[in-house]
């Protein structure tokens, strides 16, 4: 729901006047997303594409049909009198962006107190979290009768967690030294599979067993550095780390910058301090460009509920070796949708925070305005851990630093302290009711489902109005691609080493005219007032994941790849809101698809700066799903070492 200032400051032809979902005839509908007209190309189709996009003489007419018959031009037609926003780091105590005090609390400490929260560890090591139904208790009852044999109690988390790893290392039932061995197996065994799971570009094994045998001396002497000492934690190829190259996933960063890093990326430099084991670099979709996540150079990476399906990108490996079980978190980076996209596909949780809550140093700079960087977890719990460590100001990022002078030292929920009865009570839950129905029937069942559980959770559901949604869309587009362009434009001598889908893409991008990025900048600060206000309603706002499930990767794409925009734009659908304006968003599964065993996610997004109120109803939200999800490839390192004839 607008302002009637918001109405004022911009008018757009996006917006037909076509029926209302009340069907009153000559009332203008609010929501306008439309699907793209691209085909799929693949073989033939998409050298042709490229062709067209790449001939001097032919590509500005086609490529300019192709931006006209995409709506791109309603970008330039959208009119408004407001400033650019280049960097969305939002100050919410500013008059314009203040926030109505939240009805709503619960308690909460700072993120790195959860680091040595050894009451989380004992909490939920000794009870079983009590559920909201005598069903889901019944159930819980024969989890523990079937593992009552095992060393890993699993109360209402999943084998591959970091809460597992720690109680394991603390009864010295193993040790990180184990655990590297085993990872290595793991690792090596998914690829040897047909096909392979391609879940990372590379990983250097004598560097990990280094990292586990300091961390195995720690747990000996009984000074583990945190919950995630001697804990396998993957890093995107997009983050630098000392001894490994940062390749994007193509085959030439490695040739322009020969030397291999001899300095940690930010996020990389906290999670060594807190012990962790950087196991290496996992797949990518090429320069992240996609969300459908393949590579051909480095192998199309797999997704582990459905081998034959993408994973999602472009954090592609990260949500693969979490969902295999190789390791219980990730850190991934999302432009458009590149971590939560990825991890709804694969059955896990991924968390985009606010942008610049997490640092960016680091990171190779691919897209700069849109770009977040964030954990992708086996459960709430382990991705809350995963925020806890990499959040927060770092001082080789200057951004990071003014995000924690506006949002405030990052925090996490007290979990241990989350009421077993209506933990959700005051909360106001906003649904944009014709947004959330234009997906698959089985994403929007179960989009319904989670909506019914959050209110019988206590939150009040109410209903929401978001204006604009198509500009927005194409605004977010214009923005990622004309950063990614300009960020390989320095390579133009390598262009023939990319993917025939990135050259298309980069093209559409090369013909976006500078003004059109100057006013989709425009637009951003529209789409953020219009949140602003929206957030003054309600605290969240919940919607699917994505709009379809995870596509098919055909056998005729697997030499060049392909390109799949209309696939693309539906995976995409409730992403982009939180790339352009910068608001933290969290996505969790919640269901399986009946056919092809392929999971379904649930979005939430929050206020900036509100990861802990993410985190705290997502796992009220977990807690209560019952998802029964179980990836077609599992090889979890825990599970060789608890049950070492597997």
Not at 10 to 29: A, D, Q, V
Not at 405 to 426: A, C, N, R, S
């Amino acid at each position: 729901m607008t302002s009637s200032s918001l109405n004022k400051s911009c008018s757009s032809s996006s917006t037909g006047s076509s029926s209302s979902k009340n069907g009153e005839k000559g009332e203008k509908k609010v929501y306008d997303l439309i699907s793209l007209e691209v085909p799929r190309l693949q073989g033939l189709l998409l050298r042709s594409t490229l062709f067209l996009c790449e001939n001097h003489y032919l590509k500005n007419s086609f490529l300019s049909s192709l931006y006209t018959k995409n709506k791109m031009t309603l970008i330039s037609q959208f009119n408004l009198n407001l400033p650019p926003t280049f960097y969305p780091i939002v100050d919410v105590s500013n008059q314009k962006h203040q926030q109505n005090k939240s009805e709503f609390t619960f308690k909460k400490y700072l993120a790195t107190d959860m680091l040595h929260d050894k009451d989380l560890i004992n909490y939920f090591q000794s009870k079983n979290l009590e559920t909201s139904n005598q069903q889901q208790q019944q159930q819980q009852q024969q989890q523990q009768q079937q593992q009552q044999q095992s060393s890993v109690n699993n109360n209402n988390i999943p084998e591959n967690s970091i809460l597992n790893y720690y109680n394991l290392y603390a009864s010295r039932k193993i040790t990180p030294n184990e655990i590297a061995n085993f990872f290595i197996e793991c690792k090596n065994h998914s690829d040897e599979q047909t096909p392979p799971l391609k879940a990372f570009i590379k990983i250097l094994e004598d560097d990990i067993k280094t990292q586990a045998m300091a961390s195995s001396e720690r747990w000996k002497s009984g000074s583990p550095l945190s919950l995630i000492d001697g804990v396998p934690i993957s890093l995107k190829d997009e983050i630098d780390q000392i001894g490994y190259h940062t390749t994007c996933g193509t085959t030439f960063l490695e040739k322009a910058f020969p030397e291999v890093k001899t300095e940690d990326s930010g996020v990389a430099k906290m999670l060594r301090q807190q012990g962790a084991i950087l196991v290496g670099k996992n797949n990518m979709h090429e320069i992240g460009i996609s969300t459908l996540g393949y590579n051909i150079h480095f192998g199309f990476t797999r997704n582990p509920y459905n081998i034959n399906h993408y994973p999602g990108g472009s954090s592609s490996g990260s949500a693969c070796s979490v969902s295999a079980g190789l390791n219980p978190l990730s850190i991934g980076c999302d432009g458009g949708g590149s971590i939560r996209v990825p991890a709804s596909l694969c059955g896990v949780v991924g968390l985009k925070p606010t942008f610049a809550r997490v640092s960016h140093g680091g990171i190779f700079d691919l897209c700069w305005s849109v770009g977040h960087v964030g954990p992708i977890g086996s459960s709430v719990i382990d991705t809350a851990i995963g925020y806890a460590c990499i959040a927060g100001a770092d001082q080789s990022d200057h951004q990071s630093v003014l995000a924690e002078q506006y949002g405030g030292k990052p925090t996490v929920p007290m979990f241990t302290e989350i009421p077993l009865i209506q933990p959700l009570k005051g909360l106001k839950v906003g649904v944009f009711y014709d947004w959330i129905n234009d997906c698959n029937l089985e994403f929007r069942d179960s989009t319904y489902k989670c909506i019914e559980i959050l209110k019988e959770q206590g939150a009040e559901i109410i209903e929401i109005e978001i204006s604009n949604l198509l500009v927005t869309r194409l605004s977010q587009g214009a923005i990622i691609l004309s950063e990614m362009n300009s960020s390989m434009k320095r390579f133009k001598n390598f262009s023939h080493e990319l993917q025939y889908d990135s050259r298309i893409s980069l093209s559409i991008g090369n013909i976006l005219p500078t003004s059109d990025y100057l006013q989709a900048n425009k637009i951003r600060t529209y789409c953020i007032d219009q949140f602003a206000e929206i957030f003054n309603g309600v605290d969240l706002i919940v919607t699917p994941t994505n709009a379809i499930a995870a596509p098919e990767i055909e056998k005729g794409v697997l030499s060049l790849g392909e390109s799949n925009f209309g696939s693309v734009g539906e995976l995409m659908k409730y992403i982009f809101i939180g790339n352009i304006t910068g608001i933290p968003g969290i996505t969790i599964p919640v269901g399986i698809t009946k056919d092809k065993n392929l999971p379904i996610g649930f979005q939430i997004m929050a206020k900036w700066w509100q990861e802990d109120l993410l985190l705290y109803t997502s796992f009220v939200l977990e807690k209560n799903i019952d998802f029964k999800g179980k990836p077609q490839y599992y090889n979890c390192p825990l599970t060789n070492c608890t049950n070492p004839n597997n």
